[in-house]
């Protein structure tokens, strides 16, 4: 749908309303029922700035985010939002907390200054760091979670759970899920992990994208089955008999299954999910698939099936979550072309194409406020000025072309760091 009709709902009254009162953010809270949040990603120069971010998600109907890092105008841009953070330690700062002081300086300086206003759920140590090439910091990864979840106990946040992504180039086999075991060279590396998840009651986190499977065999792989179509009829396991209606549960499913015969009966209790999963919507000749068209269908997908909230065919019983990725598009990222199109948003705040679906309220962030609504903004869920609403394009594009627009600087390390010397 062509986003030009989105424009002429853009009132003068309203645009007046928006740049003139002063800022304020709906308090709202994740409920439960809130299984889809979208990862922030900001590595670009012409994002808009986090201040932007909450009113933004408060009409995405989305209370849950993943940052990844600690910075502090992110952080405090959500205070008082009730929007659930999952935050980020970056690579390069796992070295320095892997003793106990250095993980107190950096839950000091770094997490402590800004709860409970804003609310952290998690914390992630690095990202696919055991499926990187640096395998020294591999083996400090168990260490710096450990040394940061006895931090969080000391300063009185023990409600914060710690945990790492994974790529799923753990897995030495995927398919089908009931064959899947870790890779050996890392099971020296995972099974203690897997003891402290199960002893911390913390999720197992994937990056899940079945988007790089049909892109690696366009030919092989049914593109139906990777799009989560919901009438594509299915692949069974043989192994456990089950039937898998999209890869995405497959992939999950699959970890379960090299959870299991890693960890014993103590992994049994450990809940997989899902921290990065999407769709490109543009890419290289060389990247099939990448398309608004495809992106559209899958991020839809995703939502409409986290939201039946039926878990997956080997664990229907557990509650499914997962993260899309991500908010925007960013211009900075190294790679091929679909590694700077993974945005539901344009950075101008525009769609980056028309999604078939949209959040439920109950998906939303609860309270007075819960469904997306945006209170004395004008426009939202239930809003009676702009057009019919459709969930992610409550907010146009006139109204984001006003926001002042800013290079965002990632998070450092050295502010734990600094805290000792004071």
């Known amino acids: 749908m062509p986003l030009d009709w989105r424009l002429q709902y853009c009132l003068p009254p309203l645009l007046l309303l928006f740049l003139t009162i002063p800022f304020w953010v709906p308090h709202c809270s994740a409920t439960p029922t809130a299984l889809v949040g979208i990862n922030y990603g900001r590595v670009g120069n012409n994002l808009p700035p986090p201040s932007a971010v909450p009113p933004m998600l408060a009409s995405l109907s989305i209370g849950r985010v993943r940052l990844y890092d600690t910075d502090p105008a992110v952080l405090r841009a959500f205070a008082n939002t009730g929007v659930e953070l999952v935050v980020g330690l970056t690579d390069r700062c796992v070295e320095g907390v892997t003793t106990p002081d250095g993980a107190m300086a950096w839950i000091k300086g770094n997490i402590q200054p800004y709860v409970p206003a804003t609310k952290i759920a998690m914390i992630t140590v690095g990202n696919e760091v055991l499926t990187g090439n640096n395998t020294a910091l591999a083996r400090l990864l168990l260490p710096a979670m450990q040394s940061l979840h006895d931090a969080l106990a000391t300063c009185g946040l023990s409600t914060i759970s710690v945990t790492t992504a994974h790529s799923l180039a753990i897995l030495a086999t995927s398919y089908p899920p009931s064959t899947t075991y870790f890779r050996k060279d890392l099971l020296p590396l995972i099974c203690p992990i ?8 913390s999720p197992f986190l994937i990056n899940a994208y079945p988007y790089f499977a049909y892109a690696a065999q366009p030919n092989h792989v049914d593109l139906e089955y990777v799009l989560l179509e919901p009438n594509y009829g299915g ?19 699959a970890v379960y299954h ?3 015969a890693a960890g014993g009966d103590s992994a049994k209790t450990i809940e997989v999910r899902i921290s990065e999963t999407g769709w490109p919507s543009a890419g290289d000749s060389s990247e099939p698939g990448a398309s608004p068209e495809n992106a559209a269908k899958y991020n839809s997908n ?3 099936l986290i939201a039946q909230n039926k878990g997956t065919p080997l664990r229907p019983g557990v509650t499914l979550r997962a993260y899309v990725f991500a908010l925007f598009n960013e211009n900075q990222k190294d790679g091929p072309t679909s590694e700077r199109n993974y945005g539901l948003f344009k950075p101008d705040g525009t ?7 949209s ?7 609860g309270g007075t406020h819960g469904g997306g609504t945006s209170g004395g903004f004008g426009y939202g869920a239930n809003s009676t000025i702009g057009p019919p609403d459709d969930g992610y394009y409550s907010i146009s594009g006139a109204i984001a072309e006003r926001w002042p627009w800013q290079r965002v600087v990632g998070g450092t390390c050295a502010l734990g760091v600094l805290l000792l010397l004071f």
């Open 194 to 201: 897997l003891t402290f998840h199960a002893k911390t009651c």
């Open 235 to 253: 692949i069974l396991d043989n192994g456990t008999g089950l039937t898998y209606p999209n890869m995405l549960l497959a992939q999950v499913d």
């Open 258 to 260: 090299a959870i299991n």
């Open 302 to 304: 995703v939502m409409r």
């Open 351 to 357: 769609p980056a194409y028309p999604l078939g679906y």
């Open 359 to 365: 959040m439920p309220v109950d998906n939303s962030t």
